[in-house]
């Protein structure tokens, strides 16, 4: 017969005894106070008939659930199993494995975990293991898997379980090596990205010198060029200061010469008028002579001259006193004879 049958006949068996045991000390000790009630009687009787509609409930959500198992429709497996109050151990390793067909191996370790029995057969105790293990392998929880195995070969020499564990192994293996190989990959990477961060900076290192240095290029070329113009601004300050101070000292020359030759001018003015009133003086004082002798002769004349008229004398001083003015004056270019003058009165001035 199949393992469920089996496990339903047990479970039925046990639930029965169980069950008819308690209705029957509970009867036992109603008839001992009432054994001519009708009340015992009915309570008896809807015991038995409850115990054996449950039962009877039970039995067919197996039977409904082997059969959907069997037809590969889990989802209505499982709800069949769902709808059963009291679970057992078995029934918890039948849903471990319609969790298992459908895929959810998830839920399929909870129950085959639910499902461990230490009371059970050595088959079954290998069997929940075998499934479990599978379970495990499918999630890729290979160590788990592998742990699975291991304890379920204890209890049975099974060629599948051995075949199972040793594909584990060598997934194991396998695993272990590619993660080796990713770990040695990464290693590489983290070298390589290592050495070209240190090529990255080395080149940075590089071109950051050479940028100082081009930057310290820069800055001295316009160092050398701002002191080149300071140079030059000073050169030319310095210059035109030279020039302002050749100017001022060329117009304190020119001015000096040109007050030296002012002054010359105004000596050489005052040394002519100087000259001049020099000369007019001694001019006024050779006419004063030249009059002090002509008085003298004139007096010598006079006194040679016997004594002249009044009018003889006014003659001859007024031709004294014209001749004087004809001296300072210019000659005029015609002179009349003033001995034509005719006085008509002698006491009228002659001029």
Same mark, same amino acid.
């Given at each position: ?181 990713? !770990? @040695? #990959?990464? +290693?590489? &990477?983290?070298?390589?990205?290592? *050495?070209? %961060?240190?090529? =990255?900076? $080395? /080149? ?57 030759? !002012? @002054? #010359?001018? +105004?000596? &050489?003015?005052?040394?002519?008028? *100087?000259? %001049?009133?020099? =000369?007019? $003086? /001694? ?58 003058? @005719? ?9």
């Amino acid at each position: 017969m199949p393992l469920m049958v089996l496990n339903f006949l047990s479970i039925f068996h046990d639930r029965f005894t169980f069950y008819l045991t308690t209705i029957c000390n509970i009867s036992k000790k109603l008839m001992s106070a009432m054994e001519d009630s009708m009340i015992y009687k009915l309570i008896l009787f809807i015991s038995i008939l409850s115990i054996s509609n449950s039962s009877i409930i039970d039995f067919k959500e197996i039977e409904d659930a082997k059969k959907n198992y069997e037809a590969k429709d889990y989802d209505k497996a499982l709800n069949h199993y769902k709808n059963i109050d009291n679970k057992s151990k078995e029934l918890s390793y039948d849903m471990a494995n319609s969790y298992y067909k459908k895929g959810d191996y998830k839920n399929a370790i909870r129950e085959y975990n639910s499902a461990k029995d230490d009371k059970a057969s050595n088959d079954y105790k290998a069997s929940r293991l075998h499934n479990l293990g599978n379970s495990y392998l499918k999630s890729k929880d290979i160590d788990n898997a592998i742990k699975s195995y291991e304890e379920a070969l204890k209890y049975k020499n099974d060629k599948d379980t051995q075949k199972n564990l040793d594909i584990a192994k060598k997934m194991k293996k396998k695993r272990e090596e590619k993660k080796k190989k990713q !770990d @040695k #990959k990464q +290693q590489d &990477k983290k070298k390589q990205d290592k *050495d070209k %961060k240190q090529q =990255d900076k $080395k /080149k940075q290192d590089k071109d950051k010198k050479e940028q100082d240095k081009k930057k310290q290029n820069k800055d001295k070329k316009e160092q050398d060029k701002k002191k080149q113009d300071r140079d030059k601004k000073e050169q030319d300050r310095d210059k035109k200061e030279q020039d302002k101070k050749k100017q001022n000292k060329d117009k304190k020359e020119e001015d000096k010469k040109k007050q030296n030759k !002012d @002054k #010359k001018e +105004q000596d &050489k003015k005052k040394q002519n008028k *100087d000259k %001049k009133e020099e =000369d007019k $003086k /001694k001019q006024e004082e050779k006419k004063k002579e030249e009059a002090n002798k002509g008085e003298k002769n004139d007096k010598k004349e006079q006194a040679k001259v016997p004594k002249l008229s009044k009018k003889e004398k006014f003659k001859k001083q007024e031709l004294k006193r014209l001749m004087r003015k004809l001296n300072k004056e210019k000659m005029p270019s015609i002179m009349y004879q003033a001995t034509n003058l @005719k006085r008509k009165d002698s006491n009228e001035k002659p001029w």
